[in-house]
């Protein structure tokens, strides 16, 4: 598995978030090579989360 970490520098402004202190928001995501459990594979998770005043991104990719 490699791990890829990165800052990056937006200002969202989605509604839903007002009522919340960015700190406490995850965001996260998942790949696949499809919808079939017999036939797909999961390749990367990815999750956005805000520290150090910075969003950061963190991804998770299998390698094989």
């Known amino acids: 598995m490699k791990t890829f970490t990165n800052k990056i520098n937006i ?9 919340y202190d960015w700190k ?4 996260f995501a998942i790949e696949t090579t ?24 963190t991804q998770w990719l299998a390698d094989d």
Request: glycine share 6%.
């Open 11 to 19: 200002n969202p402004s989605y509604p839903v978030m007002a009522p």
């Open 24 to 27: 406490d928001i995850l965001f």
């Open 34 to 57: 499809g919808f079939s459990s017999n036939t797909s594979y999961l390749y990367l998770i990815g999750c956005m989360y805000y520290k150090d005043k910075d969003w950061q991104v």
